[in-house]
T-cell receptor, first 112, second 116 residues
Framework: GEDVEQSLFLSVREGDSSVINCTYTDSSSTYLYWYKQEPGAGLQLLTYIFSNMDMKQDQRLTVLLNKKDKHLSLRIADTQTGDSAIYFCAEKFPGNTGKLIFGQGTTLQVKP | DGGITQSPKYLFRKEGQNVTLSCEQNLNHDAMYWYRQDPGQGLRLIYYSQIVNDFQKGDIAEGYSVSREKKESFPLTVTSAQKNPTAFYLC???????????????FGEGSRLTVL
């Protein structure tokens, strides 16, 4: 069945780049997403990428998609302490249900 | 401002009691979803609804019930049959999904349920 995997924890220094990785199993996924969750809050959509693209850039965020390896990554340039949060990768469930399948989330810790 | 409102933010329940979590949206979205979040497990889908008066079970529907009598509202009832209900519950909504629409989900701020 469909599955999305992420590493659970990443620690970086302020000003460095962060790269959060995700693998997924369903090659028919049309859209893949990155969400951010701050403590005690809901999820905020950061960006998404259509499956016929291999890269999308939005200010400090760069998404890379390798469809052959079913690998998605989120790069955050010049990481700030305000970027500390949990980051979720998600893929769109095949069909018209609108369901998303989420990974376990990667906790990003940014040290000053 | 448009958005999704969940209430209450914190809720305590005794074992054996049913509780209902509220979710209201004013985004004019057709589809609404309930997810459960446990530490280290990501989000798991409980129920979803793509249209008024219709809803489908997600991956972990046992012990939960929903209704969709109005487009704006999708309340979730956690029944006494749910064996481990302590969790963070997230409601989301989206425009009606198609194969080539992103259909991104917009989330509320969540409700934390603790069973005493």
């Amino acid at each position: 069945g469909e599955d999305v995997e992420q590493s659970l924890f990443l620690s970086v220094r302020e000003g460095d780049s962060s790269v959060i990785n995700c693998t997924y199993t369903d090659s028919s996924s049309t859209y893949l997403y990155w969400y951010k969750q701050e403590p005690g809050a809901g999820l905020q959509l950061l960006t998404y990428i259509f499956s016929n693209m291999d890269m999308k850039q939005d200010q400090r965020l760069t998404v890379l998609l390798n469809k052959k390896d079913k690998h998605l990554s989120l790069r955050i340039a010049d990481t700030q302490t305000g970027d500390s949060a949990i980051y979720f990768c998600a893929e769109k469930f095949p069909g018209n249900t609108g369901k998303l399948i989420f990974g376990q989330g990667t906790t990003l810790q940014v040290k000053p | 401002d448009g958005g999704i409102t969940q209430s209450p933010k914190y809720l305590f329940r005794k074992e054996g009691q049913n509780v209902t979590l509220s979710c209201e949206q004013n985004l004019n979205h057709d589809a609404m979803y309930w997810y459960r979040q446990d530490p280290g497990q990501g989000l798991r889908l409980i129920y979803y609804s793509q249209i008024v008066n219709d809803f489908q079970k997600g991956d972990i529907a046992e012990g939960y019930s929903v209704s969709r009598e109005k487009k704006e509202s999708f309340p979730l009832t956690v029944t006494s049959a749910q064996k481990n209900p302590t969790a963070f519950y997230l409601c989301a909504s989206s425009i009606k999904s198609g194969l080539l629409t992103a259909g991104e989900l917009f989330f509320g701020e969540g409700s934390r349920l603790t069973v005493l």
